[in-house]
């Protein structure tokens, strides 16, 4: 099914928690709604759901416009952060609870219940209540009782939050894994970034109600439309830097504020700006590198052991920068070091509106 | 200095009992005085004996009263639990307007003393008693209007559904939103996701305000004093009221039988259910003093 | 490409309409019973309280021949030597009861159960519910019996027998300390589960570094629990006023109103409903009843806004009707 928002308002009194939201995802695409708490994502997906009515704009399933449909009626199933079991239910009478209100045969009801639970790996536990399930079981219950309606769309919202880390990784992996055989169109909502550009076909970016992108995970990474962006995806976050733009020899440098300066590759070149400009320069710390001959000089303020990589934070005149390393490096605090940066992988933003200066 | 600990220690708990000396001393009595012959105040002075609870149990308007109590009690809780859980729902969770309206009315009207409106309830209930049918010729209860044991059942709904919504209220405000949510994608409507899905989580809230309910109606005295005609048909309290008080020599062993007999499914509830009733008594007392 | 979807925006919108004629009012029907009643018993009976104090109605005028008097009840009503005689009394009675039990003994019984072992704190706060659960009739029965004239009065053969005081029944001796003793031992419960729970739930590192600053039991009391419980003490102190105001059940079950002790709230039903000699007086009875009931609105109204009740109201997370 094909699902489109156009110019879709909502808000709540007088504060409006999505902002003229348009949004198509096709058929069978997995969506992510991408963004930090309160920024919409949940209200745009419960707003799809028919919980929330739009205060304007449309929705429309199948190009048919489904605005004043009741949740009931619009086809689709969902999964919540809280599983939102029936606690007064057993997980079979979970499951088929949807059909129990249509009224269908039992022989059918025990038939689909016995399909979702064996494609879930639940079948063993469909006579125990919700309180006697764990965390990774409850979920897996609730998926079942969202795809036993055989829906044309499905919602998750922040599904996995409650789990812990390992659980997570492979629940990604089977949402997944079911939702691109079902061939169901998803929308996923979420604020873990690793979940959004793992799981997505495309990720929706939402920032105080505003959509702010709405493109490939790889798209995201690597070519970010904004400062906001830029520093949202990926973790460790990208360094920032306040930077000129300086012309030497013919050729286009970044001067930084302790005066080094670095050559901009040809197919960096900050679009639109003119020597002398003051732009903000984005570097992610993968792409930042310990090289004693970097000409860049920093001083070491803080290390943290990531596990497999040390985490270091040096400053460069006045402003930070981070970098990873492998752990056999010795360095110490308040040490002085050099860094190269890898200048084939920056980006560059306005100063003052924090849209980029690279991509289209 | 032992000594002295000691006595600083006891100190609090001298105080309490006899403080609370009354209230022992109360219950002891009748209880005592039901099984005795005569007492010289606390001291049982006329022996052993059965006679006040055969005397009363015997009584065919006992069981009269016990069955109208019971009817008054049962109804009460019935009818305050469907009705303020009803009406909870759509405050607690339903958008539409009004709303704080009428949160804030049943609120105003939750601490507002509903004692001092019985005059006007008077007309109001003989008004009703004028409706063919419904005011004074259904079996049972006799019907909705004055001196049936129907209006006094009204009244006492009316008095308590402002605690009622208020709690109920409470009880709904805490379930998660998301399975509320759900049932309505699964295709529940409203009323059903009310019926299947909500009440049956807030059964502790309905059970207490149940039990508190059926022991507000069983001890009922003002109102079925103030609206039925013959205090000795109405209920147990408006019996023994009139047992205590008439202007006969007051038969102490029977009234103190009668008491105790009302008075044991009070107690037995209060054993049990004492958490639940806190929850009540603290979340919205209001009424006596 | 937008114009042929605005056709078609249209197109569904009319079909869904046609399927969809009854609006949503889901809410009304549940809150239809409640409305009902709230509208018969209290909407209206305030009203005709209004309307029936500006009457002269009573047994002898019958509910149908009865006359406009305009504010006639109101200035007979000043008139009456007893209004203020009566007016006095309530307010002496309602501020001893509120300062020696609703409030007193309850912050009082609150401390003490609070500091004791916990078993015994719950046991001695379970016994001063008993008052309140007990049915009324029987609890005032129970200190019938206390008060009564020998053979059977309770403090007459333990106390002033013994002690060769005169014996009579104690309720006609001194009415004005039994109906402060009566309903204060029922209000006294109010105040004690509010202060207990305010107690209990001041935080327990805070309890923890008095003890260490080597505060005594006393002092802790001042210094860190009162200052706690003010919002609980303002809040029984305002709600049990106006619940002690109007309130007479106790006070009618004890003595009726004779000897003395006929509150205005107790006036006012005895003139209008509970007349011995039969004759009802429902115009007068609702002139009394007015004032208790303007003062009852005003005084839930301000509770409300003070207390700020109306801010427990949370937004409903569900749109759909």
């Known amino acids: 099914m094909k699902m489109e928002l156009v110019n879709l308002n909502k808000s709540f009194q007088d504060v409006s928690a999505v902002k003229n939201l348009n949004l198509k995802v096709n058929d069978g695409e997995l969506v992510a709604f991408l963004g930090p708490s309160g920024c919409g994502k949940t ?9 929330y009515k739009p205060t304007s704009g449309d929705i429309f399933f199948d190009g048919e416009r489904v605005n004043s449909l009741q949740p009931k009626e619009r086809d689709i199933g969902m999964v919540f952060q809280s599983y939102a079991l029936y606690p007064h239910m057993n997980a079979y009478q979970n499951i088929v609870f949807s059909l129990v209100l249509k009224k269908r045969p039992k022989e059918e009801m025990q038939r689909e219940a016995k399909r979702v639970s ?64 079902l061939g169901i169109t998803s929308v996923y909502v979420t604020h873990d970034q690793v979940e959004a550009m793992t799981m997505a076909d495309r990720v929706a970016v939402m920032h105080n109600g505003d959509l702010l992108a709405y493109v490939t995970p790889e798209e995201l990474h690597e070519r970010p439309r904004t400062l906001f962006i830029g520093q949202f995806i990926g973790s460790p976050s990208m360094n920032i830097l306040d930077a000129q733009l300086k012309s030497i020899d013919g050729s286009l440098h970044i001067k930084l504020t302790d005066g080094t300066t670095l050559p901009i ?96 | 200095m032992k000594i002295k600990d000691y006595s600083i220690k006891s100190l609090p708990y001298i105080f309490l009992i006899i403080i609370s000396s009354p209230i022992f001393i109360g219950y002891l009595w009748v209880f ?12 049982p002075t006329g022996g052993f004996t059965l006679n006040n609870w055969a005397l009363i149990l015997k009584d065919p308007i006992l069981w009269n009263l016990v069955g109208n109590t019971f009817i008054l009690a049962l109804g009460l809780t019935i009818g305050i639990l469907l009705i303020s859980s009803a009406a909870a729902y759509p405050l607690s969770r339903m958008a539409f307007r009004g709303r704080k309206i009428y949160l804030s009315l049943s609120l105003i009207l939750h601490a507002f003393p509903s004692v001092t409106l019985l005059i006007a309830i008077f007309f109001v209930l003989r008004w009703i008693s004028a409706i063919p049918i419904f005011g004074r010729g259904l079996p049972l209860i006799g019907g909705f209007g004055y001196n049936t044991l129907g209006g006094v059942l009204l009244v006492s709904i009316a008095f ?82 009139l047992l205590t008080s008439g202007d006969r020599p007051i038969d102490y062993g029977v009234a103190s039988a009668v008491a105790l007999f009302q008075l044991l499914p009070i107690l037995f509830f209060y054993l049990f259910t004492q958490k639940y009733l806190l929850k009540i008594f603290s979340g919205g007392m209001k009424g006596g003093s | 490409m937008r114009k042929a979807k605005k056709n078609n925006v249209v197109s569904t919108q009319e079909t869904l309409s046609l399927t969809r004629i009854r609006p949503k009012i889901t809410w009304f029907w549940f809150l239809l019973p409640s409305s009902i009643i709230m509208v018969v018993f209290f909407f209206i009976p305030v009203i005709l309280t209004l309307l029936i104090s500006g009457t002269n109605m009573s047994t002898t005028t019958g509910l149908t021949g009865y006359q406009w008097v305009g504010f006639a009840n109101y200035k007979n009503l000043l008139n009456y030597p007893d209004t203020f005689r009566k007016l006095w009394l309530t307010i002496r009675y309602v501020f001893l009861t509120l300062v020696l039990f609703n409030i007193g003994l309850a912050l ?35 200190w019938q019996i206390l008060a009564a004239a020998p053979p059977h009065g309770i403090i007459n053969t333990l106390i002033f027998e013994p002690l060769g005081l005169s014996t009579t029944n104690l309720i006609p001796q001194y009415p004005f300390f039994f109906i402060v003793v009566v309903n204060g031992f029922i209000g006294t419960s109010f105040g004690m589960i509010i202060f207990t729970s305010a107690i209990e739930s001041i935080r327990k590192d805070i309890m923890v570094s008095s003890l260490v600053d080597g505060a005594s039991t006393l002092q802790r009391i001042r210094y860190i629990i009162l200052p ?32 003395g002790t006929e509150v205005w709230a107790l006036w006012a039903f005895n003139l209008a409903l509970n007349n011995y000699y039969g004759n009802f007086q429902y115009g007068i009875g609702s002139t009394i009843a007015t004032m208790l009931v303007l003062i009852g609105l005003i005084l839930s109204t301000v509770y409300m806004r003070f207390f700020k009740f109306d801010e427990l109201v949370q937004e409903p997370k569900i749109d759909v009707l």
């Not at chain 1, 079981?137 to 009782?145: E, S």
């Open chain 1, 43 to 51: 209200t745009t997906l419960l707003t799809i759901a028919g919980i």
């Open chain 1, 118 to 181: 064996d494609m879930l790996g639940i079948g063993h536990l469909l006579d125990r209540k919700a309180s006697q399930l764990s965390g990774g079981q409850q979920q897996r219950v609730a998926l079942a009782r969202a795809l036993i309606k055989q829906p044309k769309l499905l919602l998750f919202d922040e599904p996995l939050s409650n789990l812990d880390a390992r659980l997570r990784m492979s629940m990604r992996e089977e949402i997944r894994r079911l939702q691109t055989n």
């Open chain 1, 265 to 360: 590759p040809g197919e960096r070149t900050p679009k639109s700006c003119k020597d002398g400009d003051m732009v903000k320069f984005g570097i992610r710390p993968e792409d930042v590198k310990l090289d004693s001959n970097g000409s860049v000089r920093g001083k070491v303020t803080f290390i943290e052991s990531l596990g497999r990589e040390h985490l270091i934070v040096s400053n460069i005149g006045e402003q930070r920068m981070q970098l990873l390393t492998e752990p056999g490096n010795k360095i110490s605090l308040d040490s002085n070091i050099n860094i190269s940066v890898d200048m084939r992988k920056a980006q560059f933003f306005d100063a003052e509106t924090g849209l980029t200066l690279l991509w289209e």
């Open chain 2, 32 to 43: 005592l005085r039901t099984f005795t012959r005569s007492m010289y105040g606390m001291r």
């Open chain 2, 160 to 241: 308590m559904l402002p605690l009622g919504i208020w709690l109920m209220k409470g009880f709904f405000d805490n379930i998660s939103w998301d399975i509320e949510r759900a049932a309505l994608i699964d295709g529940c409507s409203r009323f059903r996701t009310w019926r299947q899905i909500l009440l049956p989580q807030i059964r502790p809230g309905l059970a207490a305000l149940g039990i508190f309910a059926f022991m507000h109606g069983w001890s009922s005295f003002i109102i079925p004093y103030t609206f039925m005609v013959d205090a000795r048909t109405a209920v147990m309290s408006t019996y023994l009221n």
């Open chain 3, 108 to 142: 009082l019984i609150s401390l003490i159960t609070t500091h004791i072992p916990k078993k015994a704190g719950a046991f001695f706060r379970a016994i001063w519910l008993l008052p309140r659960i007990t049915p009324v009739v029987i609890y005032t029965f129970m």
């Open chain 3, 228 to 259: 706690q419980l003010r919002w609980p003490l303002l809040f029984a102190t305002t709600y049990q006023t106006l619940s002690l105001l109007t309130s007479y059940e106790q006070i009618l079950v004890l003595t009726g109103g004779n000897f």
